[in-house]
């Protein structure tokens, strides 16, 4: 199969120096990369910001935006059997990017205006024609309802959950859970065995695990 993996956190410019982000290392998106390519899979891998080297093989194409996401996401969709959408993607970003850098003036406050960005992983399972989307939930309170909640609204047929601590961290621990109802808790383990753990939950449920 040839597979789209999102990974990494997005940057959102407020101005030629700064940009709103998150904690995002974009650890889990590239070892699920890695996972698929050690199937076999063709990887397309579209990732914002991280200080991490595409595993090799692996098609890369490097996005700061979430609107550059989307736009690099939509440009490999229709060649792709399969979605894993990784990416901790900014939910606002500035209304407004400065031109000039802004400076700190008088002192006083300074409000900044956000706008919403566009849903990736549902702008692309909108147009899924039967292939397979899997998304994350990363929740810090009532996981396992908003993670249900997410796979309806996203039209997701698996759901990964985590938690806050997930972010930045070299270890993990997730729930898996499916459209069809079933469950799988993988970890805690390194995010490498936790890829190639949910790869197999997700490409070969049947399978026994290991
Ligand atoms: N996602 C996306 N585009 C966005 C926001 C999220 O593709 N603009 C994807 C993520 O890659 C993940 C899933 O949606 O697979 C859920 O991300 P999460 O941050 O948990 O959810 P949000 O939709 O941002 O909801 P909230 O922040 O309200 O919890």
């Known amino acids: 199969m040839r597979i789209l993996v999102t990974a990494g956190p997005t940057r959102e410019a407020i101005d030629p120096v700064r940009f709103l982000s998150n904690r995002s290392s974009g650890r889990m ?75 700190r003036g008088q002192g006083q406050g300074t409000v900044l205006e956000l706008v919403p960005n566009p849903d990736i992983v549902a702008t692309l399972a909108q147009q899924k024609r039967r292939r397979l989307v899997v998304g994350f939930a990363l929740e810090s309170h009532h996981g396992r309802a908003e993670a249900l909640r997410k796979m309806k609204d996203k039209f997701l047929d698996f759901v990964a959950l985590n938690g806050p601590q997930a972010q930045g961290a070299t270890r993990s621990k997730l729930l898996l859970l499916s459209a069809d109802g079933s469950e799988q808790v993988i970890g805690p383990a390194c995010k490498g065995q936790v890829a190639r753990e949910l790869v197999q939950g997700v490409l070969e449920p049947n399978a026994p695990t290991a």
């Not at 063709?42 to 098609?59: F, H, K, R, T, W």
């Open 29 to 103: 998106g590239y070892a699920i990369a890695q996972a698929l390519r050690d199937c076999g899979h063709e990887v397309v891998l579209v990732s914002g910001p991280v200080q991490l080297a595409a595993p090799e093989g692996v098609e890369l194409h490097s996005v700061e935006s979430a609107r550059e996401m989307l736009a690099a996401s939509l440009d490999v969709w229709s060649d792709c059997d399969a979605l894993f959408a990784v990416a901790a993607v900014a939910d606002f970003r500035p209304k407004q990017c400065s031109a000039e850098k802004l400076k």
